[in-house]
């Protein structure tokens, strides 16, 4: 594995000319915009890219109007390039695409990367892939269509929460900003990444803030979400992304605690606001993360996980402070 500059990586990516585009699986704004973004850009300047996903696209994302093919029709020997894949793994079954490839790129931001692939640019200071892409088209000096910049600043406000977590720098607003000039709609693209719920969704969401409960003194909160509201509300697992922000979000509250009861296991996610390091909390029972995001997984029932859980906060983190 070679590690590459953002503009040895333009060079790399412009020197091939049939590639398959894989971003994670379970795709989020990122993932799928850097991919159609760059499949796009690509394609404007005289190569053969496709987007390859594991699985139909989430409907949340129709609203990109990317093309793509499943991994299972993806039947040509191609060079591969990885987007936002933190690890090989995470590319599913696509996995057999890079195997087979005689070109490997990977592209990502995620600081956990240890490099991958025959040529790798791993950027964790960038705000998301999508910045990567901007920057990397930047370095080719070539012009940055609207159809591309649509993607690439879904990407963008994915990643940063609409530009307000810290991952978002002076240089990603400028990016942005370059972007918009294009002449993108900022309050579609945001209302359609934020503010396009289904109804399925915001039913369950209202359940799962109906369970909402302060713990430690009120420096933690816990919401639950139950196979029962999954059966009531028609909805899936997909459609909790980001309730771990509910109980985080309570004044004064310093751990976020987000319970998913599942068939055979109680999926723990853990967030922080400011000093507490939930990772340590994950760590113990087998998961991973990072200081203010952790998950994990536990064998039990919702309420001896989240005496478990309760306890290892004690015990790890209001204890020492
Ligand atoms: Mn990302």
């Known amino acids: 594995m070679k590690e590459l500059n953002i503009s040895e990586m333009s060079k790399a990516v412009m020197s091939l000319k049939k590639v398959y585009i894989i971003p994670h ?3 989020d704004g990122d993932a799928l915009g850097s991919s159609f973004g760059l499949c796009r850009f690509l394609r404007e300047n005289g190569k053969s890219a496709d987007v390859v996903l594991e699985k139909e696209i989430p409907q949340a994302y129709a609203f990109l109007n990317g093309d793509y093919i499943l991994t299972e029709n993806a039947s040509e020997k191609r060079d591969v390039i990885v987007l936002d894949c ?3 793994s995470r590319t599913g079954k696509s996995e057999a695409l890079f195997n087979a490839a005689e070109h490997t790129l990977v592209i990502d931001h995620h600081e956990t990367n240890e490099g991958y692939g025959e040529k790798c640019t ?3 200071e960038m705000s998301s892939t999508c910045e990567m892409i901007f920057n990397l088209i930047k370095a080719a000096k070539l012009k940055i269509s609207r159809d591309v910049a649509f993607a690439l600043y879904t990407g ?3 990643d940063t929460g609409g530009m307000r977590y810290s991952c978002t720098s002076p240089a990603t607003l400028r990016a942005a900003a370059e972007l918009l000039e294009t002449g993108l709609d900022i309050a579609y693209i945001n209302r359609m990444v934020f503010e396009n719920n289904s109804l399925k969704k915001i ?13 430690a003194d009120g420096k933690a909160a816990i919401v639950r979400m139950t196979k029962e509201m999954l059966e009531k509300t028609g909805a899936n697992e997909d459609d909790s992304e980001g309730f771990v922000n509910i109980p985080r979000s309570v004044e004064g509250v310093e751990i976020g605690i987000f319970l998913k009861e599942r068939e055979d296991e109680i999926r723990v996610s853990l967030r922080s606001n400011s000093y507490a390091d939930v990772s340590k909390i994950a760590k113990a029972l087998g998961g991973g993360g990072h200081f203010h995001a952790g998950g994990c997984s536990y064998k039990g029932s919702l309420d001896e996980t989240e005496e478990k ?3 290892l906060i004690k015990e790890k983190i209001f204890d020492v402070i």
Not at 203 to 215: A, C, E
């Open 122 to 124: 791993v950027m964790g």
């Open 25 to 27: 699986v379970n795709p």
């Open 203 to 215: 039913r369950l969401k209202g359940m799962v803030y109906d369970s909402l409960r302060i713990l």
């Open 86 to 88: 933190g690890d090989l």
């Open 156 to 158: 963008i406000t994915s």
């Open 309 to 311: 859980i309760l306890s």
